[in-house]
């Protein structure tokens, strides 16, 4: 029987020539927010699917419908997360099927993301790739669930996927504001193991197709979010060093903006030069002040996508 700690490198082996397929094709392009879940390419009987941009409910069933006659698999994740629920349910999937997950160069996996990846068989991340988790918050029949409640789902997720003890408490007590990264010195020290694509794949081609740079259906995404209540979505959009802190926390964004008397409309969005769009917006809230409205949105290229830096409202709503 072969031993537990041998099997990630022998699949490793197994799927090197699929993992050249998905250093050459590099990021799928896509200009939505949405999770865009694509079959991309086989090599002989293992497959590739990308998982690109924010997770929404009933993505977990387009993934599922995609990986159905796939007899093995690697999923190559580029999300900043979004969905709890659809990024449990995908994990699971990937869980049962025993496929492969893979973060690549200068790419993010954050929140629910992470989540998912952590299902893989073997997890593989590239040196310049980022995975990140923070405090588990959800959404459910309208009103936010509590982070302890949210944690609990996460952590009876993580106990099937036999995790360590000190890796689910090290994700589950991320913190509510920001981001925890994962860095190989903190995986080795609580037993999440994963294996590193530039060690897996030698002289891997570089990576050429990108993104589109794209500020302005970026900041549509996010004003579309920010007019549903949609922190999960909203926050996904965010640059990692500002992801769930301040204004851009998800469970601020829910309760300020889920409580509108006259939801967040947007009336027009201008390109400002090269990185920055302004927004004109309006919106009544629960205590009937009404505002009209406009901001300016800084965005910056990275991971793989277009990403808001900041944002100055210029009316004082």
């Not at 193991?193 to 891997?204: E, G, I, M, R």
């Not at 197709?209 to 794209?214: A, I, R």
Request: aromatic fraction near 6%; include cysteine.
């Amino acid at each position: 029987m072969l031993k537990k700690e041998n099997w990630g490198k022998i699949m490793c082996r197994k799927i090197a020539p699929v993992l050249l397929a998905i250093l050459a094709l590099g990021s799928v392009a896509t200009t939505s927010s949405a999770a865009e879940i694509l079959l991309v390419g086989t090599s002989s009987e293992t497959q590739i699917i990308t998982v690109t941009g924010t997770l929404n409910q009933g993505d977990d069933d387009v993934f599922r419908r995609i990986i159905s006659t796939a007899k093995s698999g690697v999923v190559v994740m580029n999300s900043g997360g979004g969905s709890l629920t659809a990024g449990l349910e995908i994990g699971r999937a990937i869980k049962l099927r025993g496929f492969a997950t893979a973060v690549t160069s200068n790419t993010l996996c954050a929140s629910a993301c992470a989540l998912a990846w952590l299902a893989g068989t073997p997890r593989m991340l590239d040196d310049a790739s980022k995975i990140g988790f923070h405090a588990a918050y959800k959404v459910m029949n309208g009103k936010p669930l509590e982070n302890g409640a949210a944690n609990a789902l996460v952590g009876a997720y993580l106990n099937q996927l036999g995790l360590s003890d000190k890796a689910i408490l090290y994700v589950t007590t991320a913190p509510p504001e920001g981001i925890e990264w994962l860095d190989i010195q903190k995986a080795q020290s609580i037993g999440i193991s994963f294996q590193q694509l530039q060690a897996t794949v030698s002289n891997p081609p570089r990576l050429t197709q990108q993104l589109p740079y794209d500020p302005i259906s970026t900041a549509t995404a996010f004003y579309t979010a920010l007019a549903q209540a949609d922190g999960e979505t909203a926050a996904a959009i965010v640059v990692p060093e500002k992801r769930g802190k301040g204004p851009f926390n998800e469970k601020s964004i829910h309760a300020f903006f889920s409580a509108m008397s006259e939801p967040l409309r947007i009336i027009s969005m201008t390109l400002r030069g090269r990185d920055e769009v302004m927004v004109s917006y309006e919106y009544t809230t629960d205590k009937g002040r009404a505002c009209r409205g406009r901001a300016d949105v800084r965005t910056v290229y990275g991971y793989g996508r277009t990403l808001i830096s900041g944002i100055k409202a210029l009316d004082g709503c």
